[in-house]
């Protein structure tokens, strides 16, 4: 397994209310979902580089995402935070750009109460970059 350290560089996230770009998916943001498709079937540990108080949590446990299931349209992320296995990040291809969506479930495998939240690709970003912005939860 290799360890990275997260960071901004992976996926820049921002608050705010969702609205979907004037624009196609690009060539950023398809070689960005292409680089994660590479890593297909690889897990990698990390660490808690930059956040706030509400980040400290995730700083004192072990963290692995691992880039499970990939199409040539959606990506699959388990990641995993000590022994709490209930997150999976969820990349999307759309017309519009990227979609990141924050799959949560229980260990029975049912849907957590807040689920499915996630957001749109604001700019065309880099391939080893992309801005997420994220859409007010309910």
Known sequence: MKTIKYSPSILLLATSALSLPSVATTSEQHAF????????????????TAGNAAD????????????????DSVLKI???VGDDHSRTWVITKTRYGLHL???HRHKDGHADNVTLYGGMTATMGSPAAQLIILEKMA
């Not at 400290?56 to 199409?71: D, N, P, Q, Y």
């Open 78 to 80: 388990p990641f995993h």
């Open 56 to 71: 400290s949590t995730f700083s004192t446990k072990k963290l692995i995402m691992h880039v499970r299931e990939c199409s």
């Open 101 to 103: 969506a924050h799959d």
């Open 33 to 48: 979902f292409d680089r994660l498709t590479a890593h297909c079937g690889q897990a990698f540990a990390g660490s808690v």
